[in-house]
T-cell receptor
Framework: DVKVTQSSRYLVKRTGEKVFLECVQD?????MFWYRQDPGLGLRLIYF???????EKGDIPEGYSVSREKKERFSLILESASTNQTSMYLC?????????????FGPGTRLTVL | GENVEQHPSTLSVQEGDSAVIKCTYS??????FPWYKQELGKRPQLIID?????GEKKDQRIAVTLNKTAKHFSLHITETQPEDSAVYFC?????????????FGAGTRLFVKA
């Protein structure tokens, strides 16, 4: 059974703070993803990674960076948090494959930036 | 840019009726089309998927159809039950660099009235 965990369920930060969100998966998946979920906007891809130290920008990478030093761990970094980054953040992982594969999601981190 | 449009945003049906959710995508290179269900307070989970070499797929009460020419795919739920109430997301994926990139629709909130 695939397990994707995220470091926090709820997080409150102040404007300008540096924020780290961590995601760990235990199924040796190559692909890992970070999304933000906002009402009426669905899931929007921030960054994804298909291998250690590899990363690709998604649709809304501005204000975010990522780190993948180990295969099982993918971190999302908000260099200087702003109020418009208040959102639900979801991490996901999947096997690699040219035809696409199911993504397994973490429980989410609800971030509030004051 | 690439996008996935999903309709309707809200759908209310009587228990036992059918529900249909429709999506269109813009990227002709998309070749994998998953559908995710997200219950309140929970993480999205895959319920069915279809690949570009197939026109239709069925799993018990759930079916998905794909029209690649029209760039259109749909989710059909028959004999709806209250536990089908949730937000449903369609998505379109394509190969991107070393992995694959997924674009999600904005979601459809389905209410099944008992």
């Amino acid at each position: 059974d695939v397990k994707v965990t995220q470091s926090s369920r709820y997080l409150v930060k102040r404007t300008g703070e540096k924020v780290f969100l961590e995601c760990v998966q235990d199924m040796d998946h190559e692909n890992m993803f970070w999304y933000r979920q906002d009402p009426g906007l669905g899931l929007r891809l921030i960054y994804f990674s298909y291998d250690v130290k590899m990363k690709e920008k998604g649709d809304i990478p501005e204000g975010y960076s990522v780190s993948r030093e180990k295969k099982e761990r993918f971190s999302l970094i908000l260099e200087s948090a702003s109020t418009n980054q208040t959102s639900m953040y979801l991490c996901a992982s999947s096997l690699i494959g040219a035809l696409g594969n199911e993504q397994f999601f973490g429980p989410g981190t609800r971030l509030t930036v004051l | 840019g690439e996008n996935v449009e999903q309709h309707p945003s809200t759908l209310s049906v009587q228990e036992g009726d059918s529900a249909v959710i429709k999506c269109t995508y813009s990227d002709s290179a998309s070749n994998y089309f998953p559908w995710y269900k997200q219950e309140l307070g929970k993480r999205p989970q895959l319920i069915i998927d279809i690949r570009s070499n197939v026109g239709e797929k069925k799993d018990q009460r759930i079916a998905v159809t794909l029209n690649k020419t029209a760039k259109h795919f749909s989710l059909h739920i028959t004999e709806t039950q209250p536990e089908d109430s949730a937000v449903y997301f369609c998505a379109a994926s394509r190969v991107n660099t070393g992995g694959f990139k997924t674009i999600f629709g904005a979601g459809t909130r389905l209410f099944v009235k008992a």
